[in-house]
């Protein structure tokens, strides 16, 4: 595992336990298949997001980070 695997491990379980549900595999494809759609940035990112619209202000309340970057 490289120093940037364990940054997808949480929004695969939380993608797993979304109704479509992204189950885990022995292989690890699900991971690999993150790491093609997300950056590590990204990644931590996702996890915060719910299943309904919010404005950037909501998210960044849960986050910590600045509302106008992740308006961007």
């Keep these: 595992m490289d120093e ?3 940054v ?4 695969a379980d939380h993608l797993d336990r ?3 549900r992204y189950p885990r595999t ?3 494809i699900e991971i690999r ?3 093609r759609l ?6 931590a990112l996702a996890q915060l997001l719910t299943l309904n619209p ?12 600045d509302p106008e ?3 961007r």
């Design 18 to 20: 979304l109704p479509e």
């Design 33 to 35: 298949i993150l790491r």
């Design 38 to 43: 997300f950056t590590p940035e990204q990644a």
């Design 69 to 71: 970057d992740l308006g």
């Design 54 to 65: 919010e404005p950037p202000a909501a998210v960044a309340a849960r986050s910590g980070l």
């Design 8 to 11: 997808y491990e949480k929004p």
């Design 26 to 28: 022995a292989t690890g």
């Design 4 to 6: 940037h695997t364990e």
